[in-house]
């Protein structure tokens, strides 16, 4: 290769031109980054298996807010960063420390290589696989972002009351079609909720599109009194730890715990894809694991932009934020 050519070949590796995510992207530069993250996940699996539910809804409030970007990690003295907006209240601290932990095993033998984003996407492959979801090959190259700000959240991630409209609309936003948005629900398979997301359901009177008997057991556990701590119902009674198409099964029996989960349903628009999901394991993993990539898609920076954070709870230069 002559120099000019070898110039500008490195320099095309080097800025990733495009802005494409790839798989592989560090086949050269960290070629057992998959491997390291795995066993990370895999040793704070076997101490709590929250991390499983916590590290996939971790990976999705980040890449709704402000793109895959690892912004939702970031820690601020002044409690003014991302995950410190009302709407992250309740994301489990086992997700974040999941990605701490991996970053950390990977820093030792690549350091200032792999981004915190594309470490929290590879932990939130593995744990669709550790929970028994679909197993698919996760596209590579993202930078992290220097913004992180919770006034910067709002408007950005789905309420558990929202309509099938306002579903669509948001998801839209972020280049998921409503077929993505109702594969993507189906990780409400796996972990939980404080009964404050769908108490709203239970009183005064029930919600009539919810199973009257589950309705029941749902008054039993989320009393009309405010506790402290807060009691946490199970997203999927009927699978809890795994993640499959029985969500739509339940949702069919009226057991979707949100607004959201069961106007899947109930919509006649998007009722005939729910019933298919219910009808085929196959059919959801193929439509699951192809949304989970265009998620893992959303609003990424690559090339030279944002930057590769040695700390996934810091940016690299104290002086951004
Ligand atoms: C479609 C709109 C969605 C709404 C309205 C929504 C809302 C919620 C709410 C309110 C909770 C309960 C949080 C708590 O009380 O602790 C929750 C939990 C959860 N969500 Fe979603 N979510 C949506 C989509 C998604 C997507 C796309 C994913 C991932 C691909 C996801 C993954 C999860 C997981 C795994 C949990 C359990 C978390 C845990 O146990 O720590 N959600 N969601
Ligand atoms: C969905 O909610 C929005 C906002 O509250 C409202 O304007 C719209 O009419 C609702 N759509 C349906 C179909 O209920
Ligand atoms: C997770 O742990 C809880 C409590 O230790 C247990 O009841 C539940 O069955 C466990 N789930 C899995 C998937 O191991
Ligand atoms: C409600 O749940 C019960 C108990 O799981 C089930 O037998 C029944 O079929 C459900 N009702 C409807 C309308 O699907
Ligand atoms: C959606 O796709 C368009 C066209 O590829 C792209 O310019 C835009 O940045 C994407 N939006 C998000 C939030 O990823
Ligand atoms: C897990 C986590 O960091 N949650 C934070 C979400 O926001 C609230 C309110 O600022 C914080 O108190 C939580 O620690």
Do not use: W
């Amino acid at each position: 290769m002559g120099l000019i050519m070898r110039v500008l070949f490195i320099s095309m590796v080097l800025i990733n031109v495009g802005g494409q995510l790839v798989e592989n992207f560090y086949s050269s530069t960290c070629p057992h980054v998959e491997a390291m993250v795995k066993q990370a996940v895999s040793i704070k699996f076997i101490k709590t298996n929250t991390t499983l539910p916590a590290t996939l809804r971790l990976f999705f409030h980040d890449c709704f807010i402000e793109g895959c970007d690892a912004s939702i990690i970031i820690q601020s003295t002044t409690n003014e960063a991302e995950k410190d907006s009302p709407v992250n209240l309740s994301l489990a601290g086992d997700g974040f420390d999941t990605v701490i932990k991996a970053k950390e095993a990977v820093e030792a033998v690549c350091p200032g290589i792999v981004s915190c984003a594309d470490i929290l996407a590879i932990a939130a492959r593995d744990v669709v696989g550790l929970a028994g979801g679909p197993s698919f090959i996760v596209e590579l190259g993202r930078r992290d972002g220097l913004i992180s700000n919770k006034y910067r959240v709002q408007d950005n991630i789905p309420e558990p009351d929202f309509n099938l409209t306002q579903l669509t609309t948001l998801f839209s936003r972020k280049n998921l079609s409503q077929f993505d948005m109702i594969a993507l629900s189906g990780a409400h398979s796996i972990g939980f909720s404080h009964c404050s997301h769908f108490t709203n359901r239970l009183y005064p009177s029930v919600d009539p599109s919810l199973n009257q008997s589950y309705a029941e057991q749902l008054k039993e556990t989320c009393k009309h009194t405010i506790m402290d701590p807060e009691p946490v119902v199970i997203l999927d009674p009927e699978t809890p730890d795994t993640l499959d198409n029985v969500y739509y099964q339940n949702l069919v029996a009226g057991k979707g715990l949100f607004t959201s989960d069961e106007v899947l349903y109930t919509h006649p628009e998007s009722q005939p894809t729910v019933k298919d999901f219910a009808k085929s394991p196959g059919y959801f993993n193929e439509a699951f694991t192809a949304a989970m990539k265009k998620l893992g898609r959303v609003g990424v920076k690559t090339g030279n932009l944002g930057e590769i954070r040695r700390d996934c709870t810091a940016f690299n230069d104290p002086e951004t934020s």
